[in-house]
Nanobody, 121 residues
């Protein structure tokens, strides 16, 4: 089991940057694939980025490609989301999540509580 705590959210102007962090408890962080999701008001939660256990494979949703970067530091039990060129449409609660399987049919089993990101125009 793993517990996840996000941090780094806040209010930023359009075009600005934020770096989100997700700290995981436990000694088995490196055995989990990690992901970032977001949920805007009135919308369903959507995936933003995924990263494999060793950080070799990363995937992004089209709307953030070229602007966001997911990374992880297994020695620090932390996964990051660097967000650049932020837009008002990026406003959402951002969640990190962990899963043991990799693939479109593999569910994320563990979730953090989220951190709010607000981008003003």
């Amino acid at each position: 089991q793993v517990q996840l705590v996000e941090s780094g959210g806040g209010l930023v102007q359009a075009g600005g940057s934020l770096r989100l962090s997700c700290a995981a408890s436990g000694r088995t962080f490196s055995s989990y694939h990690m992901g970032w999701f977001r949920q805007a008001p009135g919308k369903e939660r959507e995936p933003v980025a995924h990263i494999s256990r060793a950080g070799v494979t990363v995937l992004y949703t089209d709307s953030v490609k070229g602007r966001f970067t997911i990374s992880r530091d297994n020695a620090k039990n932390t996964v990051y989301l660097q967000m650049n060129s932020l837009k008002p449409d990026d406003t959402a609660v951002y969640y990190c999540a962990a899963r043991q399987g990799w693939g479109p049919n593999e569910e994320y089993n563990y979730w953090g509580r989220g951190t709010q990101v607000t981008v003003s125009s």
